[in-house]
Nanobody, 123 residues
């Protein structure tokens, strides 16, 4: 069973940047598609970004394309989400997750989740 621990969230002003980290243990990240999702109060958990098992393909929600970048460092078994040009609507709890379905962006395909990290963007 894989364990995921997110970090790097916080309070930032509009236009600022944050980098989230997701440290995995119990399974090598290169055996799974790794994804980031987010959930704002009262809303569903939405897909943000994913990186394929090989690391060669990345996927983004339209709302973050061009502003967020997902990457990984297999030597550290860690996945990152670099978030630039942050907007108040990016405010949410961000979750890291793994999927055995390569390239998936569907919530239902992700079966291991971290505890989440809060990102708050002030206007």
């Amino acid at each position: 069973q894989v364990q995921l621990v997110e970090s790097g969230g916080g309070l930032v002003q509009q236009g600022g940047s944050l980098r989230l980290s997701c440290a995995a243990s119990g399974r090598t990240i290169s055996t799974s598609t790794m994804g980031w999702f987010r959930q704002a109060p009262g809303k569903e958990r939405d897909f943000v970004a994913a990186i394929s098992r090989s690391g060669s393909l990345t996927y983004y929600a339209d709302s973050v394309k061009g502003r967020f970048t997902i990457s990984r460092r297999t030597a550290k078994n860690t996945v990152y989400l670099q978030m630039n040009s942050l907007k108040p609507e990016d405010t949410a709890v961000y979750y890291c997750a793994t999927s055995t379905t390569d390239g998936s962006r569907r919530y239902a395909d992700f079966n291991s989740w971290g505890q989440g990290t809060q990102v708050t963007v002030s206007s």
